[in-house]
């Protein structure tokens, strides 16, 4: 079976730009969270998305959005980026909302921006 | 706020040694789950070992253990006999069960680049 698939997997953007990030979960889940890792730190939570609706966000700007489709894949889209906006973007899926069950991750996108 | 903190940054063992990597917490709440996760390089995080806090016993996964001391909120994951896979960032993680809301919010530590040398 299918892991967790993010798009792309590397990307350049300059500030100022919008970018979109796509995740598959496994096929299943209905769960979709996403995460931002900043290099040498610990993942920090954006948001979590279940049965296409927002059920968490993190302390992250409005810059920051995201949606669930009817197949339960997700987009997350930064606009207006910033330097400080360059990190591995994770995303993890799982059967439950509740997050107290394995949540599992793809590879991340990583994006720099310029 | 519930915050995780990992003390060591790094941390090196021999081949088929033990070492323990720390990990401190802080929360109000009583019930909630505690996770090691791993990331390889370049690869993917994957779950170690889950503890559920309401559970006195120490959980085990294979050469993976914890100490869970819920008084002083600390859970240490203990590796035994040390692989060259096993080097990685390891991540120590909270999430809280307030009422079933805390929606996939995992908490993460800073994280411990374990080196395992041959």
């Known amino acids: 079976d299918a892991g967790v698939t993010q798009s792309p997997t590397h990307l350049i953007k300059t500030r100022g730009q919008h970018v979109t990030l796509r995740c598959s979960p496994i096929s299943g889940h209905k769960s979709v969270s996403w995460y931002q890792q900043v290099l040498g730190q610990g993942p920090q939570f954006i948001f979590q998305y279940y049965e296409k609706e927002e059920r968490g966000r993190g302390n992250f700007p409005d810059r920051f959005s995201a949606r669930q489709f009817p197949n339960y894949s997700s987009e997350l889209n930064v606009n207006a980026l910033l330097l400080g906006d360059s990190a591995l973007y994770l995303c993890a899926s799982s059967f439950s909302h509740s997050g107290t069950g394995e949540l599992f991750f793809g590879e991340g996108s990583r994006l720099t921006v310029l | 706020a519930q915050t995780v903190t990992q003390s060591q940054p790094e941390m090196s063992v021999q081949e088929a040694e033990t070492v323990t990597l720390s990990c401190t917490y802080d929360t109000s709440e009583n019930n909630y789950y505690l996770f090691w996760y791993k990331q390889p390089p370049s690869r993917q995080m994957i779950l170690v070992i889950r503890?559920?806090?309401?559970?006195?016993q120490n959980a085990t996964e294979n050469r993976f253990s914890v100490n869970f001391q819920k008084a002083a909120k600390s859970f240490s994951l203990k590796i035994s006999d040390s692989q060259l896979g096993d080097t990685a960032m390891y991540f120590c993680a909270f999430i809280g069960n307030a009422g079933g809301t805390s929606y996939g919010k995992l908490t993460f530590g800073q994280g411990t680049i374990l080196t395992v040398h041959p």
């Open positions: 503890q559920e806090a309401y559970k006195q």
